[in-house]
DNA sequence: TATTGGCACTCTTCACAGTAGAGTGCTATG
DNA sequence: CATAGCACTCTACTGTGAAGAGTGCCAATA
């Protein structure tokens, strides 16, 4: 509670919804209209008038209503978190259930509609990132002869999605030979996570010299050349509404966002901040990671497959987004997502 | 040449031309400004009236400029198709090789760099869409057992990739049995593209009855199986430097191609009208596929990725676009991802 | 001492009017 | 047939003034 008392606390929510719900300076007389305090405007005014000393809110003019600062802002969604009374519509927790619900069988497709449905209730971005390539464990490594200097390899996940690639081979190779290489990268790497077996290829083939076995030294290099693809990391977007809502009438807002979806790279330091162990987080303007963004506000939360790898999923929307409303739905989603995986599994 | 002759026609696509220039409705002055015809203002604005008349060109209110209707932008579109003589800066000729060239490898990462490109240099929506599934030839089948009611089954395509899945068995199955199968399918339908292959299914499983034999059976039920999962029709797009240009001052035009990327069946609907066959191919006012899109043009074109599938690229802008520009970079960036995909065989 | 009503003041927003300018159509003329 | 001239139209811009929302301060009050 710091420095502020409850009737200033209460207040300053009061000021911070109404500028949310109403997008328009918030004046001494509105709060006392819009709510029941059972104080005068004159009261409110003086009130204002402190937390505008203490950094909360401030007047876009003299004389104007007052506007959320963005430690206003962060001060608002820390009592929003901490409380965590946060209720939702029964009607949206279902239809969000309904969404995710029935399409299991395929990942992509979930991490799709995932971001379309975050973008959907938020009328923002929605992003989703899909579970993070390296939790994920190597359940079973096959390798075919497809012709004579090419071969087929294979990688079953823990989540049973299989990965491929068609391998160049230096020299020719009898599917024995092959059989064989298969078996050992089994034993080596079966149940193992994926940057895990990063580290022990890495390790044994600095060790190689001494085994000296071409075969094995073959199927390493194998190894990493098959789990080097899976570097990429993808994520999915959804603008779905965003270009309904008034907010985005200003259409540097809608630029802003533009240029983020652009840039993956930019996105994914964004979302590097994101911390996995926590529950939803929100970061109120993110100018300190990218300047363009300064009014805009993230609200991520983390999900898991059901075995180790987690992801994160989250919404980007202007500043004075509905905190309320969006930190829960983005709650929800990161635990329905969580809960159909794990059953698919 | 139809009812202009050629000076009509001449002055017309001055207009036209300047219009997309400038963005600003067209006086008889301006025209004698930035074309030195040899006439007065007062002659133009004959001219002026009598293509109005005509349909080609409107005023906005009376006694403003002239704007090209959408009329005007077919016919200017037309006579650009017809001569062809678009030429290229060698600097983007060159630019656009570099960025398609050396990612051969991943189809993926070639449609959307793609996108990516002709979004760039056009600051519109570029649209990509893979190879059609359906035209592509199968090369080789594999039916892999993995666990006892679990088979791996693998297709190999004429380009060399390869799309997997896992299916479920209703009994178990021996190693020996699965290659029996492969050994059918490949026999079957080796080389043959998927459209036929699907053909080929249907009519035999109709007369399987007869055959009697139960893995084939099986074999074509698997076979069936694994094709249904080519239908979904990936489909990039990149938005660049869309929100850097003046042209989408106007909120509105954003938001109607926002709203057309939500929607990936209305963009299957749009491409559903080019035709393979042809080269650039330019759709002004796309009133009539989505009311919405009033306002914006496709251009659009196909190209073939070296065996025998065609896939579809392009951009969509606002109808007032570069047209004389983006034709040839349209076409350009066909032919080079043609080139590119062809190399790579 | 905290709260409140009253009051003068500030600043934006909106409507309205007036003007400059670009462009037109028409007509008379070379 | 092309053109110069002219009266006319409509927009875009500018400035002004009034309405309204809101403030800060001060004195009165519970």
Redesign the pocket.
């Given at each position: 509670m710091s420095e502020l008392n409850e009737r200033t606390e209460k207040i300053l929510r009061a000021i911070i919804q109404s500028y949310i719900d109403l997008n328009v300076?918030?004046?001494?007389?509105?709060v006392t209209r819009r709510f029941s305090f059972?104080?005068?405007?004159?009261?409110i005014?003086?009130i204002?008038?402190a937390l505008?000393e203490l950094g909360y809110i401030t007047?876009p003019?003299?004389?104007?209503?007052?506007v959320p600062t963005e430690r206003g802002y962060k001060h608002y969604v820390d009592t929003l978190l901490k409380e965590y009374s946060l209720s939702m519509n029964k009607a949206i927790i279902h239809e969000l259930f309904n969404r995710l619900h029935g399409i299991e069988i395929d990942l992509q497709r979930l991490i799709n509609e995932t971001s379309k449905t975050l973008s959907f209730f938020s009328s923002y971005l929605g992003i989703v990132t899909p579970p993070r390539a390296e939790d994920r464990t190597l359940k079973h490594i096959r390798v075919i002869k497809y012709t004579s200097n090419k071969a087929l390899s294979i990688l079953i996940f823990g989540d049973d999605t299989v990965k491929n690639r068609l391998i160049d081979l230096e020299r020719v190779y009898t599917q024995r030979e092959l059989d064989k290489i298969t078996n050992y990268l089994n034993i080596s790497f079966g149940g193992v996570s994926l940057s895990e077996v990063k580290d022990r290829v890495a390790y044994q083939l600095s060790r190689e010299s001494i085994i000296c076995d071409r075969l094995i030294a073959k199927s390493l290099m194998v190894c990493k050349e098959l789990i080097s693809m899976e570097n990429e990391d993808i994520l999915m977007e959804g603008l779905t509404g965003a270009s309904n809502l008034p907010d985005f009438a200003d259409i540097n807002e809608i630029k802003d966002i533009l240029k983020a979806i652009e840039d993956k790279h930019l996105m994914l330091k964004l979302l590097a901040q994101v911390d996995s162990s926590e529950g939803v987080q929100v970061f109120v303007g993110l100018e300190n990671i990218i300047p363009s963004m300064k009014k805009l506000s993230m609200v991520v939360s983390t999900y898991t497959d059901g075995m180790d790898a987690h992801g994160t999923i989250g919404i980007i929307g202007p500043t004075r987004m509905n905190y309320k409303e969006l930190i829960p739905i983005v709650d929800r989603t990161a635990k329905t997502l969580t809960k159909v995986l794990s059953e698919s599994q």
């Open positions: 300076p918030i004046g001494s007389y509105m059972g104080l005068s405007p004159a009261t005014r003086n204002m008038a505008e007047q003019y003299t004389s104007a209503g007052r």
